[in-house]
């Protein structure tokens, strides 16, 4: 029975809510090896040993929403504010660039100084004076504003789902809907962004049926990038008191990631590093191949905690060359020297001939 599921899963991926439902329930340490193992077979198969690595600037910590989990929502007094000039942001851009990181992530709360013609301009000069792929992960914004960043040359953007229950949805996000982030994830996708989603594991309230959800959600969106992560509770939200998820649920979430999308950009997620030292190499073995090393610089790095004890606070400033690497290294993995572009995008485009029986 979990023997031929698992070889589903392993040949085409082609999972129903009730198989999903079933893998996410294995417990026995056995079943759920085999799990992770079936899906670093599919990103062998299909993605190869490449991992690939972003640089993330964090580049403002100032945001307008309140989501119950995070540290620097809104409602935090304890959190000092901060703004990277654009100025600054371009030449962090250009530094990374000269070290051979080809994607440059932009990630910021939701700050309306930011406008869409700001970004646009920081953008603008990022893609003249290099040839990285540009992300973005600046949350929820009017079409208008992605528009003009598309035009601008940005490449890729990530905005998580976070959850598909409404429900739950609006328990952690006062005054926010999930029809709203959809939308946002639609006219991404039609702007023609290589578009990422995802979801904490182990949210208050969060049932086995919810990541269910959240998964089947996955595979009917084909997401271009899948940022999954153990929900971590920091003690200045509402939600401190709370348990926070397991890596081993994390890991789960991300081999189902992996085996109902096939060949997207899984990300070994800083949230997986900080609840164990070895989650990200974990994550990797699981079937995630893309890691993202802070290049936040020191001094604000720290004033950007989503979530406490986060793992690049305590890496080395030059993060990725010292100590990453070797651990990828390590798991018998190469280090990508591409840009990383989706497989997904180009399918889309072109869609992969079909076998036929006709003509
Ligand atoms: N623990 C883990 N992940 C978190 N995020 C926000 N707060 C936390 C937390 N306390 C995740 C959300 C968000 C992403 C930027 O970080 O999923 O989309
Ligand atoms: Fe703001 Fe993002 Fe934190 Fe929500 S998760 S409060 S949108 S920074």
């Known amino acids: ?3 031929d599921l698992l070889r589903r899963a392993d040949e085409s991926g082609d999972l129903t809510r009730d198989d999903i439902l079933l893998l996410l329930g294995v417990e026995a340490p056995e079943q759920v090896r085999a799990l992770l193992n079936v899906a670093d077979a599919v990103r062998e198969r299909e993605v190869g040993t490449d ?6 600037v964090e580049f403002s910590n100032y945001c307008r929403k309140n989501c119950a989990y995070c540290g620097v929502r809104r409602g935090n007094r304890e959190v000092e504010r901060y703004r990277l000039e654009p100025d600054e942001i371009v030449s962090l851009a250009l530094h990374l660039s000269e070290r051979g990181i080809r994607t440059v992530v932009l990630q910021s709360g939701e700050d309306a100084y930011f406008t ?4 646009a301009d920081v953008i603008r000069r990022i893609k003249s004076g290099t040839d990285m792929a540009v992300t973005l992960s600046v949350g929820e914004r009017p079409r208008a504003d992605y528009a003009e960043w598309r035009r601008a040359g940005a490449d890729r953007y990530l905005l998580r789902h976070e959850t598909v229950n409404p429900d739950l949805y609006r328990a952690m996000h006062t005054g926010s809907t999930l029809e709203t982030r959809l939308r946002c994830l639609n006219d991404l996708r039609d702007l023609g962004y290589q578009t990422g989603i995802g979801f904490m594991v182990g949210l208050p309230g969060q049932t086995l049926g919810d990541l269910a959800d959240d998964l089947v959600f996955v595979r009917d969106f084909q997401p271009d990038m899948l940022g999954i992560g153990p929900f971590i509770p920091h003690p200045a939200t509402p939600l401190g008191g709370c348990q926070g998820g397991t890596l081993e649920m994390a890991l789960k979430c991300v081999a189902l990631g992996r085996i109902l999308t096939r060949n997207a950009l899984i990300p070994a997620t800083t949230a997986a590093g900080t609840v164990d030292v070895h989650g990200r190499e974990k994550a990797l073995q699981a079937g995630a191949n893309v890691v993202m090393p802070n290049y936040t610089p020191d001094g604000l790095r720290e004033k950007y905690e989503i979530y406490p004890n986060k793992r690049c606070l305590t890496e080395d400033p030059s993060g990725f ?17 591409g840009r990383g572009d989706s497989p997904k995008q180009r399918e889309r485009a072109d869609p992969p001939a079909r076998l036929s029986t006709e003509n």
């Not at 869409?116 to 970004?119: A, K, S, T, V």
């Open 321 to 337: 060359q010292s100590g990453l690497r070797e651990r990828i290294l390590a798991i018998g993995r190469t280090i990508a020297t």
């Open 1 to 3: 029975m979990l023997h």
């Open 51 to 56: 991992v690939h690595i972003r640089g993330l």
């Open 116 to 119: 869409g013609e700001i970004l």
